[in-house]
């Protein structure tokens, strides 16, 4: 678990629906630094990340698909 604000940039796919112009585009987006390489990993085999959190110390962290789905980060409480 990383302390709360520790982040790193990610490069990220941002869905239309989600995105302020209204179409798919890819953006750099900070990211928890101790689930970061795992969010990168899902976004390089195209499953793409919504949101993701790890939690900081007091939940279990998780991170959205972009298809709905919803992981479950255990060990980082």
Request: aromatic share 4%; with cysteine; proline share 1%.
């Amino acid at each position: 678990m990383c302390k709360w604000g520790t982040t790193k940039s990610c490069r990220v796919h941002i869905p239309a629906h989600l995105s302020y112009t209204g179409k798919n585009r890819i953006a750099y987006k900070a990211v928890d630094s101790c689930i970061v390489d795992i969010v990168r990993a899902l976004n390089r085999t195209k499953l793409h990340t919504v949101a993701s959190c790890c939690g900081h110390g007091k939940r279990q962290g998780n991170i959205l698909l972009s298809d709905g789905r919803e992981l479950i980060i255990k060990g980082t409480k």
